[in-house]
């Protein structure tokens, strides 16, 4: 049967299952990744007042069944209002109230600043793993950049959804200021998206390890077979024949016929198999 050494066979060694694990895994994480920073519902609020659904999001923000508007939009200075309010009779004892809810905050700019740098690193891990799987003769130094690059995507994605769900805990943001009353929000599905993307790409890092593992403390040529699926008696590769011990003429008297291995099919006695009908010789007790 013919063994295929080219691209099928080296995923069948362990360090290329190791490889397309960390590949899949990390093309998923970026893709949630990517899916939760354009989609605005990283949180949500029920106004009663206008009788509507409010998605806010990392750059859109979504009122209802109307045009979303978004982050990079003119008049960022007045989406808000403020005024001025005092207590009785306390003069100089005046503080900002907050009239409407802003759009977007300074750290809805960090978060999303972040997403975008960790999905950058992710992409960039998934080319040096492709990289390190075309150029065996670069692979230690394309994974170690591997490594790198998805331990730094993890880290800067966990402090991203550490720093949204710190902010978004805050009374400013937490609550929607309506007409008449006041909402509060919760976390919608763009929010859950990223968590779960975030989950898969700590496997993708611990992926990542073992193909590091392989890559430096193991040898593994895919081009050899695998000494787990061929018998120890099997010379060379497949597709060539098994060493035998066959019996040779010794010029020993005391010892006639030594055994010696050989695949030269004139050397054998009648030990080695044979399509000539020649009978293997019965050896008694007595005879030695």
């Given at each position: 049967m013919a063994i295929d050494f080219g691209i099928g066979s080296r995923f069948a060694t362990s360090l290329g299952k190791a490889q397309i694990t960390t590949l899949v895994l990390t093309a998923i994480a970026n893709a949630l990744a990517f899916l939760a920073v354009l989609t605005p519902a990283w949180q949500t609020a029920d106004d009663q007042d206008a009788r509507t659904r409010v998605d806010s999001g990392l750059w859109l923000y979504c009122p209802g069944n109307?045009?979303?508007?978004?982050?990079?939009?003119?008049?960022?200075?007045?989406?808000?209002?403020?005024?001025?309010v005092c207590r009785f009779l306390l003069i100089g004892d005046c503080r900002k109230k907050?009239?409407?809810t802003p759009y977007f905050f300074g750290w809805h700019y960090a978060v999303l600043i972040m997403m975008v740098i960790a999905i950058l690193f992710s992409f960039g891990g998934v080319?040096?793993?492709v990289v390190s799987y075309l150029r065996p003769h670069i692979r230690k130094v394309a994974t170690v950049?591997?490594?790198?690059?998805?331990?730094?995507?993890?880290?800067i994605y966990a402090i991203a959804l550490a720093v949204f769900m710190i902010n978004a805990e805050m009374l400013e943001s937490r609550f929607l200021?309506?007409?008449?009353?006041?909402f509060e929000k919760s976390y919608g599905y763009s929010f859950y998206i990223a968590c779960i993307g975030l989950t898969i790409l700590m496997f993708a890092v611990f992926a990542a390890?073992?193909?590091?593992?392989y890559v430096f403390f193991f040898r593994e040529n895919p081009d050899q077979f695998d000494p787990f699926k061929y018998p120890p008696s099997v010379v060379g590769g497949p597709g060539q024949d098994y060493t035998v011990m066959?019996?040779?003429?010794?010029?020993?008297?005391q010892y006639p016929q030594m055994y010696t291995p050989s695949l030269e099919p004139q050397f054998a006695l009648g030990y080695a198999p044979s399509d000539t009908?020649?009978?293997?010789?019965t050896r008694t007790f007595l005879s030695y």
């Open positions: 109307q045009q979303c508007w978004y982050i990079f939009s003119d008049n960022l200075v007045n989406y808000y209002e403020k005024v001025d907050l009239l409407r080319v040096a793993l950049i591997m490594d790198l690059l998805l331990a730094f995507s993890f880290l200021i309506g007409i008449r009353n006041t390890m073992l193909v590091t593992t066959h019996a040779v003429q010794s010029p020993n008297t009908g020649s009978s293997i010789p």
